[in-house]
């Protein structure tokens, strides 16, 4: 292909017929829509293979392609797939320089020359937003150098870097690459780094090289290798702790993590990061898990999703994870996986569900995990169904949280002992009238497994049975403390009302008593009438066959 300028493609894009150029109809119809500024095509994907729009083979054009797309106003995003060498890739390269409307790019199966010559061209895109750079890649350092140069410039304020499965970074590709993404500064909110053969090393250099990035919400550090990381873990952690970062989501599956890795970590990441993802480390163990634990007990801990699956948890780590949720109030997802379904026995789910309902108490109760309501992942297609309590329990934290404490109360408590707060005195006597006010709902509220339309009720207990607890409860604080009672004017008033109450429910039961003993009555006359009837009809029967 001889070299072409841009003034070649400006005098001829009105009459060149875009069938010459191109090797299929299917590349000419959607050259003619890049061509003609189609609004819906917003996103184009160039490539060898045939679900590309662009499958590029013999006969296609190169240049025009890439011409085309630096005229186009509506494209914001181009992926990349495959560029041939020689000026056919050089006159793609030249098109794309132009355009102004490109916001992401995405660069897959290229070579380090081909890869070299798109991140040179980027140096003008002041505009770009998203850059993907995917494993099918073969870049060497000098690559790398040259996207450490692109990055560290400033020009482009990326949003998103995505550096996934290139095996060629490493802890020294990192090392160049850290002045770069110091460069982009505050602007990053999405970095990928997974599967990249970074190590201790490069973890540290991670730790510092993300001081600047404060705006980043995202990092992924998944199937890198930490198996012996912990120094970078704790780099890490301290990066969460004192730098000024807005990190919600870390993720950290199959690094081969310790449980010496995890306890340098925890701290950091539990007060800091909404999701942490740990799944697939399957080196740790009850102990690393109990640094976990914690952590996500304390107040401070943010984690609202935590993922543990493939991490074999068995009973021991159960009741450490079961520790770690009694007082967490944050925590509403905990995806544990199929190994706990194999590896936890009864004494391990019976410690989840202490920690979801602990019933030896009516504090202890209210005291309990009332928040998560998720241990599977929605994408979990062979996704097991724990113990009946414990699915009942995450049930109600889930879409009845506002009433979840009192339910379980309810639930485990058939009567609510008032010996406890005795010690208040009459302090406490309003407090639990309003409490049992507010309790009254739960009788009637429902809940679902996986469809909405088929509800149960949580609570199979009847207005009269409700009613009856509150004034046994009543009763026995009363009873508990008969002179404060005597001695306080709004505690005479609401024993007062709960004594009408009973008084009332006593002659409304007196009422009921006597109505069944008229009906009783009323049944044994029809009996004996019956009975009557009965002796008649035998004597004339007894007295037709004497005739």
Known sequence: MEHRDYNYYEAHSAIINLEEITSSARNAKFLQRLRDGDPTLSQFYVGAEGWNDICIGEGDDLG???YFIGKNECLHSLDIYYLPDGEAGHAFVEGIARSQSIRNITINNLNNDRFTSIVRVLRNKSQLEG?????????????????????ESGVCKLQLLYLRGNNYIGNEGLDVLSNGLRG?????????????????????NVGETLQTCTGLETLDLSRNDFSSAAAGLSSLSDWLQNAPTSLKNLFLANCRISD?????LAEGAANHCEILALDGNESITSTGLSYLSNSIQSDSCRVETLDLQGIPIGDDGMEVLARGLAGNKSVRSMYLGDSVDVSVTSAGWLAFSTALCDTSSVNSTYLSNHTICDIWNEDDEERHIPPQDISLYLQLNGQHPQYAARCKILMSHKHLDMAPFLQWKMKYLPLAVAWIERAKPCTALTIYDHDPDLRRRILDESDEAFESRELTAMYD????????????????????AYDEKIARI???????LEQRD?????????????????????EEIMRLRGK
Not at 135 to 141: L, Q, V
Not at 477 to 496: D, I, N, T, Y
């Open 260 to 264: 010496d890795g995890l306890h340098a």
């Open 64 to 66: 025009w392609v890439g």
């Open 184 to 204: 982009i500064r505050s602007s990053l909110t999405v970095l990928n780094l997974s599967d990249n053969s970074i190590g201790n090393e490069g973890l540290l």
């Open 131 to 151: 850059l993907s750079i995917w494993s099918g890649n073969n870049i060497d350092p000098d690559g790398w150098s040259e996207l450490g140069i692109l990055l």
């Open 506 to 512: 006593e002659e409304e039961n007196k009422i009921a």
């Open 477 to 496: 604080f009363v009873r508990g403390m008969p002179m404060e009672v005597m001695k306080s004017r709004s505690g005479l008033a609401v024993a007062a």
């Open 518 to 538: 008229r009906k009783i009555q009323q049944r044994d006359r029809k009996i004996q009438q019956r009975d009557r009837r009965i002796e008649q009809l035998e």
